[in-house]
């Protein structure tokens, strides 16, 4: 397992059409975090699951903004009706199991809504 | 609230040694981490810190102190490959990141 895979890596799209990423982690890793970052910021934490269960979601996510993760393996995050405000980087990264550890990122999927 | 500051913009000249300080406001404490961004790619990560005092790994150390709520990444040797964005991020009571808007470092010949 080379790490955390992303795709696409490069999404553009025009406002109000929904868009979808994916994210595979690492195998033996049970948690999977998804981060939304823009220029000159830190990532912005999104939301979280520990295998398949959402465990926390960001109270500054719109409800356009859905994350699944039906096996608790890889996951998906969708955006609905996409905005001009929604152009960013979408990280994905995974930690294995227990409370400490590094998480471990994947390359992201680069949004541009026209 | 919670908070991470570090500086926005640094500047170092190859071959030299520069530190990035990081001072944080949390709600608990479950260790620092530094990483590593260059732009347009993923983070990458540097160290990990949850006890006080300086960890050595290669060309960069880190170093915590908690009752401070202060930590730096110390860079030695320093080479052009070395210009990217250094991320702090403290994980909090619930195990969860809480980052900072990076440190980006300019280094020049």
């Known amino acids: 397992d080379t790490g955390v895979s992303q795709d696409p890596r490069h999404k553009i799209t025009k406002r109000g059409q929904n868009v979808t990423f994916r994210c595979d982690p690492i195998s033996e890793h049970n948690r999977l975090y998804w981060y939304r970052q823009t220029l000159g910021q830190g990532p912005e934490f999104l939301t979280y699951?520990?295998?398949?269960?959402?465990?926390?979601k960001s109270r500054l996510l719109s409800d356009r903004f859905s994350a699944e993760r039906p096996k608790g393996s890889f996951s998906t995050l969708e955006i609905q009706r996409t905005e001009q405000g929604d152009s960013a980087m979408y990280l994905c990264a995974s930690r294995r199991p227990g409370d400490s550890g590094e998480l471990f990122f994947g390359e992201g999927s680069r949004l541009t809504v026209l | 609230g919670q908070n991470i500051d570090q500086p926005t913009e640094m500047t170092a000249t190859e071959g030299a040694i520069v530190q990035i300080n990081c001072t944080y406001q949390t709600s608990g404490f479950n260790g620092l981490f530094w990483y590593q961004q260059h732009a347009g790619e993923a983070p990458t990560f540097l160290s990990y810190n949850v006890l006080d005092g300086l960890e050595e790994k290669g060309r960069f150390s880190s170093f915590l102190s908690r009752s401070k709520g202060y930590s730096y990444l110390l860079l030695k040797e320093l080479q052009m490959k070395d210009s990217a964005s250094y991320l702090c991020?403290?994980?909090?009571?619930?195990?969860?990141?809480?980052w900072g808007a990076g440190t980006k470092l300019i280094i020049k010949p």
């Open positions: 991020a403290v994980m909090d009571s619930n195990y969860q990141l809480i």
């Open positions: 699951f520990q295998n398949e269960a959402q465990l926390e």
